[in-house]
């Protein structure tokens, strides 16, 4: 009878590749159950509190959130036709006391200028710059396909 031999001469040898895999599935598993959202305090909240842990006092309504602002413009006879939203404005300078009554109240929406397409360029940009006049910092033109 042979005498099993406890004493192995080989090296045990450590497989890296398994390991690696590993980790690698973990990182792709954190990675995508990972929240990528703003934090609470940074959203407009009366109960939010902020880092410091103070509340916030909201004691003014908040401002009124418009997505965006649509300028249409079209031909009346000989003169421009201009509506805000739906809205129909007299002129330019009614226009841009609008627009700045909106940004006085904290909000930037962007403002699309939409010209039909009897409207001249010298209108447009009348109505652009009536807009950057008022304080709107993206004022933007409608494209038709």
Do not use: C
Request: charged content about 20%.
């Amino acid at each position: 009878m042979k005498i099993p031999n406890t004493h192995n001469n080989d090296s045990m040898e450590l497989k890296m590749t398994p390991m690696i895999d590993v980790v690698f599935l973990l990182l792709v598993f954190f990675v995508w159950t990972s929240s990528f959202e703003l934090p609470e305090f940074d959203l407009p909240s009366s109960i939010a509190t902020p880092p410091g842990g103070t509340l916030q006092n909201n004691s003014t309504s908040p401002p009124e959130a418009f997505d965006e602002i649509v300028i249409r413009l079209f031909a009346r006879g000989a003169s421009l036709g201009i509506e805000l939203n739906g809205n129909e404005i007299q002129d330019t300078d009614q226009l841009s006391q609008h627009l700045a009554e909106i940004i006085a109240m904290g909000v930037q929406p962007p403002v699309i200028v939409d010209p039909d397409d009897d409207v001249t360029m010298d209108y447009a940009v009348a109505v652009y710059d009536a807009a950057r006049s008022a304080g709107v910092d993206r004022v933007l033109f409608a494209a038709s396909e």
